[in-house]
């Protein structure tokens, strides 16, 4: 009986680390944010954990989802890859959703006659021709609009390019 016990112990350990790398890969992860742009919400260097199945399954090796099941709802606080990068921003608008723009004296997105987001003019310029969110897309914007580069800049984002969603802090 004792010539086992370090063969099950090896089997238990490897076991482990498989279901780790699993959890790890398609589950739950934490990360650390970097910047101001989602102030007050989340702060530099604060550890936030991620749903990563809140929305399908994520392709571990990829920048999309393998098998969608839910779409992002607003407020969702997501994370999606941009430029090699992972982004944390928030949901302010989902597919079909409309959008109006005030441009008295500066540069208003109202999101669906409710949500008020302060555009600069060259944001303006690249979201004034549209007026609702394209169906499979959302526009994800960071809390600290003036330090935030988000989609006011480039564009709505693929919901088959949100890798999770924020669960808490």
């Not at 959890?23 to 101001?36: A, H």
């Not at 949500?115 to 994800?140: D, F, R």
Request: glycine share 4%; proline share 5%.
């Amino acid at each position: 009986m004792e010539k086992n016990k370090p063969i099950s112990i090896i089997y238990c350990i490897f076991t482990g680390l498989i279901i780790a790398a699993v959890f790890k890969l398609f589950i739950f992860e934490s990360l650390t944010v970097e910047g101001s742009s989602m102030n007050p919400t989340l702060k530099n260097n604060e550890t936030i954990y991620v749903n990563k199945c809140a929305y399908g399954l994520v392709n571990p090796f990829g920048a999309n989802l393998l098998i969608k099941w839910s779409e992002p709802h607003e407020n969702d606080i997501v994370i999606y890859l941009y430029n090699n990068n992972l982004v944390v921003k928030r949901c302010v608008a989902t597919e079909n959703s409309t959008l109006d723009y005030l441009t008295n004296s500066s540069y208003i997105l109202l999101v669906n006659l409710t949500t008020q987001i302060p555009l600069s003019e060259e944001q303006y310029k690249n979201l004034k021709n549209c007026p609702k969110v394209p169906e499979g897309y959302i526009l994800a914007v960071g809390d600290n609009y003036t330090e935030s580069f988000d989609s006011r800049n480039y564009g709505f984002i693929p919901v088959t390019n949100i890798l999770g969603k924020v669960i808490c802090r």
